[in-house]
């Protein structure tokens, strides 16, 4: 197996790629393959990593032109084809460098963020417009006695937005982060809704407004590759159609190059 790797170092300033050789053991992860680069070739490979187990969200990178975490995907699977992923393309990730994927893994950083080096990039844009929306729980009264109490129905609902653990795969996979800065993107977004949605917050309106912007709820053209990338299922694109049929019901007109 050949791992193919995006490579750059700001000294120079020119990106290249490199080609490691590796044995895959049973079980192998694209994280232990990048550890055995490390280890056996090239000790200045940088990329990161922290909890190992799918929680952290450190990992991510971009596989054979998807955005993955590289500590739960498999190299068997990639090798044989059964974790392929078609997504609509987008600037950064569309353009096609060289590899088979019968015996090579195209490894690189995750798009639309700037490489700091190799595939470490510079996550503050995505912070930034992630800590833009307030994403902060402002509850509608003040603290009870003990807990504030919900129903198991609107707990299972909220779950699928809490699962997100910013990762930024879905902000790397999609096509108007790509050609639109100002996006807030897909994270921010389905983490707005969250706290929207959530009945222990107060019902003002002002979580939908924070985003009633052609760069918030409107910008999105549901090209679904957010839903498809993400590793623990958060559906954007659903919270961000929710939201935009909310303010239509409310007169809301559509805005926006997302605009139904």
Same mark, same amino acid.
């Not at 417009?129 to 609107?154: I, Q, T």
């Not at 910013?166 to 996006?183: E, M, Q, R, S």
């Not at 549901?222 to 559906?235: A, L, S």
């Given at each position: 197996?050949?791992?193919?790797?995006?490579?750059?170092?700001?000294?120079?300033?020119?990106?290249?790629?490199?080609?490691?050789? %590796?044995?895959?053991?049973?079980?192998?992860?694209?994280?232990?393959?990048?550890?055995?680069?490390?280890?056996?070739?090239?000790?200045?490979?940088?990329?990161?990593?922290?909890?190992?187990?799918?929680?952290?969200?450190?990992?991510?990178?971009?596989?054979?032109? +998807?955005?993955?975490?590289?500590?739960?995907?498999? +190299?068997?699977?990639?090798?044989?084809?059964?974790?392929?992923?078609?997504?609509?393309?987008?600037?950064?990730?569309?353009?096609?460098?060289?590899?088979?994927?019968?015996?090579? %893994?195209?490894?690189?950083?995750?798009?639309?963020?700037? +490489?700091?080096?190799?595939?470490?990039?510079?996550?503050?844009?995505?912070?930034?417009?992630?800590?833009?929306?307030?994403?902060?729980?402002?509850?509608?009264? *003040?603290?009870?006695?003990?807990?504030?109490?919900?129903?198991?129905?609107?707990?299972?609902?909220?779950?699928?937005?809490?699962?997100?653990?910013?990762?930024?795969?879905?902000?790397?996979?999609?096509?108007?982060?790509?050609?639109?800065?100002?996006?807030?993107?897909?994270?921010?977004?389905?983490?707005?809704?969250?706290?929207? *949605?959530?009945?222990?917050?107060?019902?003002?309106?002002?979580?939908?407004?924070?985003?009633? *912007?052609?760069?918030?709820?409107?910008?999105?053209?549901?090209?679904?590759?957010?839903?498809?990338?993400?590793?623990?299922?958060?559906?954007?694109?659903?919270? %961000?159609?929710?939201?935009?049929?909310?303010?239509?019901?409310?007169?809301?007109?559509?805005?926006?190059?997302?605009?139904?």
């Amino acid at each position: 197996m050949i791992l193919r790797i995006f490579r750059y170092d700001p000294a120079t300033g020119t990106p290249r790629y490199d080609d490691f050789e %590796i044995d895959p053991d049973p079980g192998m992860t694209v994280l232990a393959a990048l550890f055995a680069v490390q280890e056996q070739y090239d000790d200045s490979l940088a990329f990161r990593y922290s909890c190992r187990g799918a929680v952290c969200g450190t990992c991510a990178v971009l596989v054979n032109k +998807v955005p993955r975490l590289a500590c739960r995907t498999q +190299v068997q699977a990639l090798l044989d084809g059964t974790d392929e992923m078609t997504l609509v393309p987008s600037p950064g990730s569309a353009e096609t460098h060289p590899f088979d994927p019968a015996r090579e %893994i195209l490894i690189e950083p995750l798009p639309h963020l700037p +490489v700091i080096r190799d595939l470490v990039v510079d996550w503050d844009e995505f912070f930034e417009k992630y800590r833009a929306l307030g994403p902060v729980f402002r509850p509608k009264d *003040s603290p009870p006695e003990n807990e504030r109490l919900m129903e198991p129905g609107a707990v299972h609902a909220l779950e699928a937005y809490t699962n997100c653990i910013l990762c930024a795969a879905c902000y790397g996979a999609c096509p108007v982060d790509g050609k639109d800065p100002a996006y807030s993107g897909p994270a921010a977004l389905a983490k707005l809704y969250r706290f929207h *949605s959530d009945p222990r917050e107060a019902r003002d309106g002002s979580r939908l407004a924070a985003a009633d *912007s052609p760069e918030g709820w409107w910008a999105c053209e549901f090209h679904t590759n957010c839903r498809r990338v993400c590793p623990k299922g958060v559906p954007p694109d659903i919270a %961000i159609g929710k939201a935009r049929q909310e303010l239509q019901r409310g007169g809301r007109k559509p805005s926006g190059p997302g605009r139904p």
